[in-house]
């Protein structure tokens, strides 16, 4: 018996070890945030493939543990207190990783809020606009007669992309030298939405250098190139 036996959702997915952390994900935008930071920390853990084509994020044991029903998400047998922490929204969980490993958030206190800050400007920005963009431009949205809502999108990504290559110019990363959570959290939106999407074109990526010269550097690290890859698909 384990601490985490007690967690309907090993019963769908059971730990192996389960003395290491538990990942719930799939290599999305949002779930490769996860894997990168856990990537980088060397934080022992075991990937689990949450897979969107048997719906298993709508499965009762994925809504036990966030009933949001969205990846990713973790379960921490060491967590406070030594006891078992559940935790989704991939922010909540890079913050509470860097807390825990005294990784990737500055120590300086301006330095950490302002860390925040661009982690913020990705969950509540980034994330949401260009998820809608994804939609409108490559998925089910594509076939609506009616362009204004892509075209609204396609407006607030590309004022969000100038905010971020404004920001990176003189930078190598979101604060400077230092490499953050902020960084985890973004980068893998803008590779999604010039990848994954296609949309480079319909925004003007190429308009934006800095963002491609920080993408580059980004994917150029390790732990990113092995971060992007987990969960292995099955
Ligand atoms: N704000 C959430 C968003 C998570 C999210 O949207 N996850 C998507 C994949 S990138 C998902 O699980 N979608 C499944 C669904 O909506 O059913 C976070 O950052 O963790």
Redesign the pocket.
């Known amino acids: 018996m384990s601490q985490l036996d007690a967690f309907p959702i090993t019963r769908k997915w059971p730990a192996a070890h389960p003395d290491r952390l538990q990942l719930y994900s799939?290599p999305?935008?949002?779930?490769v945030k996860v894997s990168i930071m856990l990537e980088e920390t060397g934080l022992p853990y075991e990937p689990h493939l949450v897979s969107?084509d048997s719906n298993d994020?709508?499965s009762p044991a994925f809504l036990s543990l966030n009933p949001n029903?969205?990846?990713?998400a973790i379960l921490d047998p060491n967590g406070p207190n030594g006891q078992p922490l559940a935790l989704?929204?991939?922010?909540a969980i890079l913050i509470y990783l860097a807390g825990k490993t005294g990784r990737f958030l500055p120590e300086d206190v301006a330095a950490k809020y302002q860390t925040l800050q661009w982690l913020m400007f990705q969950?509540g920005g980034v994330?949401p606009m260009f998820?809608q963009l994804g939609f409108f431009h490559k998925f089910a949205g594509k076939e609506f007669e009616d362009k204004r809502p892509r075209d609204r999108y396609v407006n607030e990504s590309k004022r969000l992309l100038n905010v971020l290559n404004q920001h990176m110019a003189g930078r190598a990363w979101l604060m400077g030298d230092e490499y953050t959570i902020a960084d985890i959290a973004t980068w893998p939106w803008v590779r999604n939405l010039v990848g994954f999407y296609g949309a480079g074109d319909i925004v003007g990526f190429k308009d934006f250098p800095e963002l491609t010269r920080v993408l580059n550097a980004f994917e150029a690290r390790p732990a990113v190139q092995r971060g992007l890859n987990i969960p292995a698909r099955g």
């Open positions: 799939l999305t935008p949002n779930g969107f994020q709508m029903n969205k990846i990713p989704w929204e991939s922010g969950m994330g998820g």
